[in-house]
Each structure stands twice: as structure tokens, then as C-alpha cells.
């Protein structure tokens, strides 16, 4: 069984900088789709970015495009979400995600994942 374990969240100021990391085991990590969604208070989930099971394969949501980088270590089956020039509108908590899926594909909604990490709360003040 896949489970996923987020970490890296906190408290910043805008304009700082955060990464998250995703750790994975339980499965094949080469063998899934990674994605990063976030849902703020009152919100509903949504995607942020995700990386295919090829590294150079990645997909973002327009807000977080040139700010937020996503990757992974197929040697560390960790993935990460490296957020610059971060605004307070980016408050959230964050998820990672896993799909088992093929090698180009990268889901961009949140029922095609098979696992859940717990959720890291980001916060950043204006």
C-alpha cells in the first residue's frame, strides 16, 4: 500500500521561499504520476502542478507558472515543490498525491489518484 508523508511546510513572509518534499513507499515509485494540490479555508481542492513518471514531463496550474517548481528523485522516491515568490493568496494546505498511470501522463484531478498524503499546511503573511 502507497503511502505518502509531505513535509517543509511553515510560516513565510511574501515573497520568500518554501520547499516541500513528498515521501513515498509502499509501491513502485517509478512506476506513478506525482501531483501537489492545495485547498484554502473555505475553498475547494485544487491542482497545482504535477511531474510524470518521465522527470522532464511536468504540468502546472497558470498561477503558480515561474514561481513554483516541481521534482523528483527517483534514487530518494521523493518529490518536491520548490515555491519562490511566494504571495498570500498560495496560503494553503498542500498535498501530494500518486497515481499509477503511464509514462506521459499526468492527472490534473483529484479523484484520478490512488493515495493521499496527510496534508502540509503553508502560510504566508503579507
Known amino acids: 500500500q502507497v503511502q505518502l508523508v509531505e513535509s517543509g511546510g511553515g510560516l513565510v513572509q511574501a515573497g520568500g521561499s518554501l520547499r516541500l518534499s513528498c515521501a513515498f513507499s509502499g509501491g513502485t515509485f517509478l512506476n506513478y504520476a506525482m501531483g501537489w494540490f492545495r485547498q484554502a479555508p473555505g475553498k475547494e481542492r485544487e491542482f497545482v502542478g504535477g511531474v510524470g513518471r518521465r522527470s522532464d514531463v511536468t504540468l502546472y496550474e497558470d498561477s503558480v507558472k515561474g514561481r513554483f517548481t516541481i521534482s523528483r528523485d527517483n534514487a530518494k522516491n521523493t518529490v518536491y515543490l520548490q515555491m519562490n515568490n511566494l504571495k498570500p493568496e498560495d496560503t494553503a494546505v498542500y498535498y501530494c498525491?500518486?497515481?499509477?498511470?503511464?509514462?506521459?501522463?499526468?492527472?490534473?484531478?483529484?479523484?484520478?489518484?490512488?493515495?493521499w498524503g496527510q496534508g502540509t499546511q503553508v502560510t504566508v503573511s503579507s
Open positions: 498525491a500518486a497515481d499509477r498511470t503511464g509514462p506521459w501522463y499526468i492527472p490534473q484531478v483529484g479523484h484520478e489518484y490512488d493515495s
